[in-house]
C-alpha cells in the first residue's frame, strides 16, 4: 500500500506501509495466484490451506525437527546444516525447499526458526512488487532472523536484482535521488538465512538457484508416514481411531499430511454425528465414500483431467493447452494443481508432444486400455 508522504513505492525505503503490503499471511498473494489457489481450496483433496483451517493446521503442525513426520533425508541434512550453525554461532545458510504444495515446505521454515531460536518473516514472490518492498523487509532483519519466501520463483526481475546482494554479501544497493544527481549507496544488512520454497524449481533463475547454500527437495510422503501423521493428528485432537481407519485415511491423502488432517477432521465430523464417535473402519469408508474420495485419493476433477485425455482424445499425446481448454480449465492449473499427483501415481505421462494416459489410468476408472500396438501407433 503506497503511503501518500512518500516518493513512489518501487523508491521508497521507509520501513512503513509502503511495503507492509509484501509481508502477507500465507495464501494472499497477488489475483492469479489466488485464482489458483482459490480453485485448490474448493476441493476437499486440495494440497493448499483453507482461510478456515488455519488454526487447525497450525495446531496439528510440528514444531521442532523432532516431531518431523518423513522426509527422511532432508530432515537429516538440516539437523547437521542447524547444528553446524548453531556451534558456530552463525546464521544458517540460505536453505531453498522445493517440491509439490502441501508437502511441508512452511512448516519446515517454521521448524528451522524454532530450532535456531530466530524470528521469521513470511512473505510471497508474487507479494514482493518492488525492490522497495523487499529493501523494507530486509532493513527491518535482525542477525539470523528468517526470511520465507514463498513462491520465490515469482519474484520479479528488478526484485532479484537487489535480492542478490542482500543474500551474498549482506548488502542493499540503493539509488537516491534522480538523474544526475542520482547516487548509490551500500547498506550494512544483518546477516539473516532466506528460506525460500517454490513448486517449480525449473522456473528459478540460475543466479538466484546459486544463492541458496543448500536446496532439498520435498516428495510425496510414503504409506507409513501417512499412517503415523494421521494417527499423531488423532491424538492431538483428542479423536477415537482405529487402526484400519487410520489406514484408510492415509491411503487416500494423497502422499500429503494437509490433505490428511483435513480427511481426518471431516470423518471425526461424520463419526460424532452417525455413529458414536468412534472413528473405525467402517465410519471413515462411509465417510470418505461420501466425499467422493475414492481408494488413491482422486476426486471428480482429476477423474475429468483423466477421461478427457482418454475418451477426448484416445488417451493422448494430447497439448496442456488442449487439455486445459476441454475442461474449462487454466493451463498453469492443472500443471501446478492435478498433474503432479497424477504423474506421482504413474496415470499420466509428459512426452515432448503432450501428455498421455498410461494403462494404470485406464485400469484405475475401469476402461479397457487400447492394444499395445494401438497405443504405439498413436504415440
Ligand atoms: N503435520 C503436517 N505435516 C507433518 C509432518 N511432516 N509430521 C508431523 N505432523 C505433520
Partial sequence: MANEACPPAHLCYNSHKCSDSAIVEESSFDSNYRTITQIMSDRIVSPSVKQEELALDL?????????YIGQDKVKENLKILLEAAQARHEAVDHILLYGPPGLGKTTL???????????IKITSGPSIERPGDLAAIVTNLR?????FIDEVHRLNRAVEE?????????????I?????????IRLK?????????????AMLSAPLRDRFGAVYRLDYYDLDAMQTIVARSAHILGAEIEAQAVMEIAQRSRGTPRVANRLLKRVRDYAQVRADGTIT????HQALALMEVDDLGLDEIDRKVLRTIIEKFGGGPVGLDTIAASISEEADTIMDVYEPYLLQLGFLDRTPRGRTATR????HLGIQPPERNEQKRLL
Fill in 360 to 363: 494404470h489410468a485406464y485400469e
Fill in 176 to 184: 537516491t535521488g534522480k538523474g544526475p544527481s542520482a547516487r548509490s
Fill in 59 to 67: 495446531s496439528l503442525r510440528p514444531k521442532k525437527l523432532a516431531e
Fill in 281 to 284: 473402519a467402517e465410519v471413515a
Fill in 143 to 147: 542477525a539470523g532472523d528468517i526470511l
Fill in 189 to 201: 544488512l544483518p546477516r539473516f538465512t532466506v528460506v525460500g520454497a517454490t513448486t517449480r524449481f
Fill in 162 to 174: 537487489i535480492l542478490y546482494p542482500a543474500m551474498e554479501d549482506f548488502a542493499l544497493d540503493l
Fill in 109 to 119: 521454515a517454521n521448524i528451522i526458526a524454532n530450532e535456531m531460536n530466530a524470528a
